[in-house]
T-cell receptor, first 115, second 115 residues
């Protein structure tokens, strides 16, 4: 299996621009997670989906952030408008029939820099 | 609620030294416990896990034992190598319906091993 695929791997944009991050989970996995990692705040869960339905979006920082999962093989995280404080590494992860024992598989991340 | 506390880093060791990274947890149910590792420029990957009290997870020479009485899951390795240099995350997952599938991560501990 190819693992979790994220694109782009690096994104540099200017403040105020729209940014879209993409994720393809492992085939057959029914949970998908978006995380953000910064030096200051560590690893934060932003939102997660089960069977394409958002379960918990309490970690989404504010209305500038939105996430969608139109089908089982694709999800997007959008920031509009972007701000310098959004600069971070964004990870997508997926898991299968999540119980307490299931493992989350992480993608390589997207490093976002907002100038 | 659920939370994980792990020792502050960074940890710096010489090759072949003994490693311990402390991790304690708070959980409302009966969690499973995990150690993830993040190598430079990569996403997190599962290192080991334990699903019930007194279980020992092990992988690549690393071990951790699920201690319910002390709510701990300390990571140990008898002889570290330069290639073990990475950030290590302790995490828990519980069975509760409202948070099914979610992982709760510690802040991470940076390990650097010198030759």
């Amino acid at each position: 299996d190819a693992g979790v695929i994220q694109s782009p791997r690096h994104e540099v944009t200017e403040m105020g621009q729209e940014v879209t991050l993409r994720c393809k989970p492992i085939s057959g996995h029914d949970y998908l997670f978006w995380y953000r990692q910064t030096m200051m705040r560590g690893l934060e869960l932003l939102i997660y989906f089960n069977n394409n339905v958002p379960i918990d979006d309490s970690g989404m920082p504010e209305d500038r952030f939105s996430a969608k999962m139109p089908n089982a093989s694709f999800s997007t995280l959008k920031i509009q408008p972007s701000e310098p404080r959004d600069s971070a590494v964004y990870f997508c992860a997926s898991s299968s029939r999540a119980t307490a024992t299931d493992t989350q598989y992480f993608g390589p991340g997207t490093r976002l820099t907002v100038l | 609620g659920n939370s994980v506390t792990q020792m502050e880093g960074p940890v710096t060791l010489s090759e072949e030294a003994f490693l311990t990274i402390n991790c304690t947890y708070t959980a409302t149910g009966y969690p499973s416990l995990f150690w993830y590792v993040q190598y430079p420029g990569e996403g997190l990957q599962l290192l080991l896990k334990a699903t019930k009290a007194d279980d020992k997870g092990s992988n690549k020479g690393f071990e951790a034992t699920y201690r319910k009485e002390t709510t701990s899951f300390h990571l140990e390795k008898g002889s570290v190598q330069v290639s073990d240099s990475a950030v290590y995350f302790c995490a828990l997952s519980d069975n509760r319906g409202s948070t099914l599938g979610r992982l709760y991560f510690g802040r991470g501990t940076q390990l650097t091993v010198w030759p």
